[in-house]
């Protein structure tokens, strides 16, 4: 069963094409990061999911019901954390959540206890009775969140939920995360840092210009390699023509080194180096990460956007 | 949605934003402006203003008369800015953005902020509506 079904999905802004035709589907239960450059067409395409704006073509399905037949029903299953917090700067952390649990028509037992509970659970029970006014970035976001959840919606939508925040926070945001997936609930968000999820799609100019699990993604991009250091250009010299297939950089007297990230491999490398009595000052190894996986994915069409402007001057 | 859902919907909205003026003194402050700006021109000025109108009595009292319609429109204009400034407020904070992806009554925000504007007025012409009784022994 799929949360979220996308086909065909289009939006343009006058002559500015932000998404032409993308489709993805979002399995219940999963997470969903959808990565991109800036002006990508992230947030339009959580704005058009979450019933803030509409479409140009295409069909979206959201929790079984179809966006543009039966918005509401949609907005009744959804619960949103945008890229600005929506909070109430004039209530207090309580009085915001209990305004939610009013909006969602729990009663006031049953919004207290939803209240008491998510204060305890992101940490604001301390702050709970004062005003916004006196809250800090990360605490605003934490609230927001909470906010989002008071309605115990099953598909959860975040735009940029750790854009600003420090490590402990972000670690924290992650937590909860993984506890409302393992809980069932379907994430989908978007986001310009590279974090774990269940599958991403990247997004750059309105098109997926790849989209799978990060261990597929990571198999889009070269692989890994070693990067040897030495001490004098005699060194480099001689370990260049050790290995042919390396790339060397005279300037940092480094040379790089094509590799598996093996042990095996690693050894045979030492092995020869030892052979030939070359000198090594120093030794790191580098797997391919989600953040080549970004540039290498986007990065062609930037330069290309570069150029353009260079020409244009 | 039902009836039942929209109307409380409404009520909660309401609360939301009577807890607002109680915390934003300006709200305060836009109703205070028309009250000081009669008192101002009936008790520093009226004796003066009133002087130049032929009439039986002359002076304050029927400057007074002359000068409320003017003081009413004020208020309205107060009111109504007021709401405006609560609104886009609200607008930049992306607290309706929240509102608008929630499955509650479209016209829960906006009938509320039409009855604020109108309980405001209501509010700064209540005061006004004793002064004139007050100030006005000759009708």
Redesign the interface.
């Known amino acids: 069963m799929n949360a979220i079904s996308v086909r065909g999905l289009r939006k343009s802004f006058g002559d500015d094409l932000v998404l032409d035709g993308i489709d993805f589907d979002v399995a219940e239960g999963t997470v969903y990061a959808l990565l991109g450059p800036n002006r990508a067409g992230k947030t339009t395409t959580i704005q058009i999911l ?3 704006i509409g479409s140009d073509g295409g069909s979206v399905q959201v929790g079984g019901h179809d966006l543009a037949r039966d918005p ?1 029903a949609v ?2 299953v ?1 619960g ?1 954390t ?1 890229q ?8 207090t952390g309580e ?1 915001n959540l209990m ?1 939610m649990a ?4 729990f009663g006031k037992t049953e919004g207290r206890r939803r209240t008491a509970e998510l204060l305890e659970r992101l940490d604001l029970a301390d702050a709970a009775k004062q ?1 916004l006014a006196t809250y800090s970035g990360g605490m605003r976001r934490r609230l927001d969140l909470a ?1 989002t959840l008071v ?1 115990d919606p099953r598909i959860i939508f975040l735009d940029e939920p750790t854009a600003g925040l420090d490590l402990r926070s972000r670690r924290t945001m992650w937590a909860i995360v993984r506890e409302l997936v393992a809980d069932g609930v379907t994430i989908f968000l978007t986001t310009q840092y590279l974090e774990e999820a269940d599958r991403l799609a990247v997004l750059d100019h309105g098109r997926f210009v790849a989209e799978g699990t990060p261990a597929e993604l990571k198999r889009l991009v070269p692989g890994g390699h070693i990067v040897l250091e030495f001490g004098e250009a005699d060194g480099l010299e001689a370990a260049a023509g050790v290995f042919a297939e390396s790339a060397r950089d005279d300037e940092a007297l480094t040379l790089q080194v094509p590799s598996d990230g093996g042990v095996r491999h690693l050894r045979e490398v030492l092995d020869r180096l030892d052979a030939a009595t070359v000198r090594v000052e120093g030794l790191s190894l580098h797997t391919p990460d989600l953040d080549d996986v970004f540039l290498a994915l986007t990065g062609q069409v930037d330069r290309a956007g570069a150029d353009r402007e260079q020409a244009l001057r | 949605m039902n009836a039942a859902h929209r109307a409380q919907d409404s009520v909660t909205m309401l609360r939301r934003q009577l807890v607002h003026i109680v915390r934003y003194p300006i709200a305060l402050f836009t109703i205070g402006i028309p009250v000081i700006i009669l008192l101002l021109f009936v008790y520093a000025f009226g004796g003066t203003m009133g002087a130049g109108i032929a009439g039986v009595s002359g002076g304050r009292a029927d400057y007074l008369t002359y000068l409320v319609p003017e003081i009413l429109m004020i208020a309205v204009v107060t009111g109504s800015q007021m709401t405006a400034i609560a609104v886009s407020m609200d607008m930049t904070e992306g607290i309706i953005v929240r509102f608008r992806t929630m499955s509650i009554s479209r016209s829960a925000v906006a009938l509320v902020s039409f009855a604020i504007t109108w309980l405001s007025v209501g509010m700064g012409l209540v005061p006004r509506a004793s002064r004139l009784r007050a100030t006005c022994p000759c009708r």
């Open positions: 979450t019933t803030l509401e907005r009744s959804i949103v945008g600005f917090s929506a909070v109430d700067t004039w209530l009085e305004l009013d909006l969602r028509h005003p906010m309605g």
